[in-house]
């Protein structure tokens, strides 16, 4: 039985900041971020927006009232949850009005969560292939202003329907992945921003690729050439091409300058929009699916999930005939071109504002499809447009 991706798609904030104007405001040369780490734009999202409505705002397009009659579970990818103890997936499943009879629950390790969420997808649809599982990578990636992350930031999420005879992209039994103790990245439950080992993070991110890479090779004898292209976990842009170029001279120059054309595509969309945490490398198969020209039914693309702390996994799929025909290119282009750009000073404001706390009551207007209304009594209330 094939199952995979079915639908696809991604939501981000309506606010963006110009990484040039942030270099400037930072006292630092442009090429640092534009080229550096691979920068163009960060996407900033206003006090009305959190993983709930992201994710909400990421699927509403894709999800047809059938779709929702069939989906079994609601399962959201986060390192950005809000509470302890209730789930965001449980907002979500209501505000889009999913059947009742449904399972909504959140997966947590870093980066990594939303790729262990499709494979548990994966193994529900395989036993229930008349069913649907509706999978959403959502988050705040945040350092703080002035922080050496700073320009790494980002906001979105991205939305994925897994069913049988999917047709987008089958998911192949080929996982392979692995788990180690690493305090790389990490944000204690008192922190509003994580606590960052940048070298460490770096260096654990090639090296948990490398051994995931090189098992996946041990355990299925698939090499570079078998790709049609790669995708990575893109914390920023640089660093799935430091991981790739890890790797390249494995095998010949042609192969070697495809996979490099199919990586910058991926990165498209991602060099305009930061870190989406568990997004990320889903992001960049958007990108890569809606960029490239290259790829068609058949073409083989690996995928490199990456969370640290850190947990790694390395797996692939194969396009399915006609799946161009699902993709909402001309709905993402309009969604990143038709954004506002902020000045530093209002960015900064805008970072800087938070939701009430400690019972405090506020009201909002968004005019977002779905946005925060107002905070009452420690509950946020979620408008519908």
Request: hydrophobic share 35%; charged share 25%; aromatic share 10%.
């Amino acid at each position: 039985m094939n199952i995979g991706i079915d639908k696809l798609s991604f939501y981000v904030p309506n606010l963006y900041v110009d990484m040039t104007d942030l270099a400037h405001a930072r006292d630092t040369d442009p090429n640092k971020f534009h080229i550096g780490i691979g920068q163009d734009k960060m996407a900033v999202n206003p006090v009305t927006q959190d993983i709930v409505t992201l994710g909400a705002n990421a699927a509403a397009s894709i999800l047809s009232d059938s779709d929702k009659e069939e989906i079994d579970m609601v399962i959201v990818g986060t390192e950005s949850s809000y509470d302890y103890s209730k789930a965001s997936a449980v907002a979500i499943h209501r505000l889009l009005g999913i059947q009742p009879f449904a399972r909504s629950f959140e997966v947590k390790e870093a980066c990594y969560g939303a790729t262990a969420a499709l494979q548990m997808a994966k193994n529900y649809i395989s036993e229930h292939p008349t069913r649907k599982v509706l999978v959403i990578a959502s988050d705040l990636s945040r350092y703080g202003l002035h922080s050496g992350g700073e320009p790494t930031q980002g906001a979105g999420a991205v939305a994925i329907l897994v069913t049988s005879n999917p047709r987008i992209l089958t998911i192949e039994n080929d996982s392979v992945f692995l788990t180690e103790d690493i305090y790389d990245f990490w944000r204690p439950s008192y922190s509003d921003f994580p606590i960052v080992d940048g070298p460490l993070s770096n260096e654990t991110y090639i090296q948990s690729f490398s051994k995931v890479w090189n098992r996946h090779k041990d355990v299925t004898g698939l090499t570079l050439p078998d790709y049609d292209a790669l995708c990575f976990h893109i914390p920023y842009t640089k660093m799935g091409k430091k991981a790739l170029q890890s790797v390249l001279p494995e095998t010949d120059e042609q192969t070697q300058e495809r996979l490099m054309k199919r990586y910058e595509e991926s990165i498209t969309y991602s060099r305009n929009v930061g870190n989406l945490y568990t997004g990320s490398l889903f992001l960049g198969l958007i990108s890569l699916l809606e960029v490239s020209n290259e790829l068609a039914a058949g073409s083989k693309i690996g995928l490199f999930s990456y969370g640290s702390g850190a947990v790694s996994e390395f797996f692939s799929g194969r396009l399915v005939e006609g799946f161009k025909d699902q993709l909402a290119i001309k709905a993402h282009q309009e969604l990143l071109d038709t954004r506002t750009k902020l000045t530093i000073s209002e960015y900064e404001t805008i970072f800087s504002q938070t939701l009430p706390k400690n019972g405090e009551s506020a009201v909002f207007d968004d005019d977002t499809l779905f946005s925060i209304e107002k905070v009452e009594k420690d509950i946020r209330f979620y408008k519908n447009k």
